[in-house]
């Protein structure tokens, strides 16, 4: 038994880091969520709000004229654009889980401190700024061809998005592959 721990101990230390910081993080990120129920400033949540925001700011720069407003029965932004309601941008939206996703992954083929902090620093903020850009372009979707809603909210921007996450993961295991060679040559 202990000769198959050695055996598969790289495997079995990435699913353990993959694990414990998925779930590490993912609480962290749910007790946020619940102490953001009580507060009033950010509706529904800090990071939702400033989501809807952002995106708004990204549609108004694109010439439209963009209305957000707090979803009456639900934890929700409300987008609107020339007063037509089109969009709810929900928590799910905000891409943090799927940062959090990115994170426990690079987490698990963690390299030098300084590469590795700058990778999942770097990933985030790409993650971030592509889920702005795929919010505002579907909501611009939504508006212009409401036929292709589901097709676009469906199947089209979560491949942008997870997309973007596969391609970052990737790169970083040819990254982490050329540390762990080069740290091998000296």
Same mark, same amino acid.
């Not at 700024?129 to 097709?151: D, F, K, P, Q, S």
């Not at 970052?168 to 040819?174: D, E, K, N």
């Given at each position: 038994?202990?000769?198959?721990?050695?055996?598969?101990?790289?495997?079995?230390?990435?699913?353990?880091?993959?694990?414990?910081?998925?779930?590490?993080?993912?609480?962290?990120?749910?007790?946020?969520? #619940?102490?953001?129920?009580?507060?009033?400033?950010?509706?529904?949540?800090?990071?939702? @709000?400033?989501?809807?925001?952002?995106?708004?700011?990204?549609?108004?720069?694109?010439?439209?004229?963009?209305?957000?407003?707090?979803?009456?029965?639900?934890?929700? #932004?409300?987008?609107?654009?020339?007063?037509?309601?089109?969009?709810?941008?929900?928590?799910?939206?905000?891409?943090?889980?799927?940062?959090?996703?990115?994170?426990?992954?690079?987490?698990?083929?963690?390299?030098?401190?300084?590469?590795?902090?700058?990778? #999942?620093?770097?990933?985030?903020?790409?993650?971030?700024?592509?889920?702005?850009?795929?919010?505002?372009?579907?909501?611009?979707?939504?508006?212009?061809?409401?036929?292709?809603?589901?097709?676009?909210?469906? #199947?089209?921007?979560?491949?942008?998005?997870?997309?973007?996450?596969?391609?970052?993961?990737?790169?970083?295991?040819?990254?982490?592959? @050329?540390?762990?060679? @080069?740290?091998?040559?000296?």
């Amino acid at each position: 038994m202990l000769q198959l721990f050695k055996k598969y101990s790289v495997v079995i230390r990435f699913i353990a880091v993959f694990l414990g910081s998925y779930f590490l993080l993912s609480v962290l990120y749910n007790s946020y969520l #619940i102490y953001s129920e009580a507060q009033t400033e950010f509706y529904p949540d800090f990071f939702t @709000n400033i989501v809807s925001r952002q995106s708004a700011a990204i549609m108004e720069f694109m010439g439209y004229s963009i209305k957000l407003e707090a979803h009456e029965t639900e934890s929700a #932004i409300k987008v609107f654009i020339e007063d037509a309601f089109l969009v709810r941008v929900v928590e799910g939206c905000n891409s943090i889980s799927v940062i959090i996703l990115f994170v426990s992954f690079i987490l698990s083929f963690f390299a030098k401190k300084r590469t590795t902090i700058l990778y #999942i620093l770097g990933g985030s903020v790409l993650i971030y700024a592509m889920n702005l850009i795929r919010i505002a372009l579907l909501t611009i979707g939504v508006y212009e061809y409401l036929e292709y809603t589901n097709l676009m909210h469906e #199947i089209i921007f979560p491949l942008i998005i997870y997309g973007t996450v596969i391609i970052l993961w990737i790169s970083w295991v040819r990254v982490y592959a @050329n540390l762990e060679k @080069n740290e091998d040559q000296v």
